[in-house]
């Protein structure tokens, strides 16, 4: 698949916002993936392997949405993970999966598999939601080396869940997505500040 653009713009973008996350710590190492769509085929991914902190274009390549390369290089791991998600809502148009402390600290600290998320003025920055006296649930999927396997049980949990805004995986780290790159960001900030508080209250309860 020749490289256009398009391509270059998307990964160019997508490099930027790994700069930015590695600051914060959500990143470390080479943990973490991030994707954009290319179109209602195909996806633009980072490779395997790559620290998220230093990208550039050429550490990104093209798959459909089965996950298989469209263009040199080897994708990441988990990227039926992104494709999945491009694969079952057209609206949606970037997805990022992070490493931050607190959601992987209170992944594991959480014995069920939901997370609810309550009262918070931070829940209004997730789509159709306009007022604090709500909740949002986010499941938490068990860790695992069979993607396609969770692929699919994150699949079969949209079937009753089409509105999740995001989801956990235990001691692993988050994936968060949005219409584009800024909502998905937007999505991704809120999230990790309202598990950074529902964790100091865990913390501030047990004392």
């Excluded at 990964?11 to 993936?33: C, F, K, M, Q, Y």
């Excluded at 954009?36 to 990104?60: C, M, N, W, Y």
């Excluded at 999966?97 to 209170?106: F, G």
Aim: hydrophobic share 40%; charged share 20%; with cysteine.
């Amino acid at each position: 698949m020749k490289q256009t653009k398009q391509f270059f713009d998307l990964a160019i973008a997508l490099a930027a916002i790994g700069e930015d996350l590695h600051r914060r710590g959500w990143v470390p190492a080479t943990s973490g993936n991030f994707s954009q769509r290319l179109d209602e085929h195909s996806a633009i991914v980072t490779a395997s392997g790559r620290h998220k902190g230093r990208l550039a274009p050429t550490d990104f390549l093209a798959v459909d949405l089965n996950g298989q390369p469209l263009s040199d290089g080897k994708p990441s791991a988990e990227t039926l993970l992104h494709t999945q998600l491009y694969a079952r809502f057209a609206d949606i148009g970037a997805v990022l999966h992070c490493h931050s402390p607190s959601v992987t600290v209170l992944s594991r600290q959480i014995s069920g598999n939901t997370l609810r998320l309550e009262g918070y003025e931070l829940l209004k920055a997730f789509n159709g939601i306009d007022t604090h006296d709500t909740f949002v649930d986010i499941p938490i999927f068990e860790n695992t080396q069979d993607i396609a396997a969770l692929a699919d049980e994150v699949d079969t949990y949209f079937n009753s869940h089409p509105n999740t805004p995001a989801y956990l995986i235990r001691g692993h780290g988050v994936y968060c997505w949005g219409e584009d790159l800024d909502s998905c960001m937007r999505n991704l900030e809120a999230l990790d500040f309202l598990l950074q508080c529902d964790l100091q209250e865990r913390m501030l309860t047990r004392k």
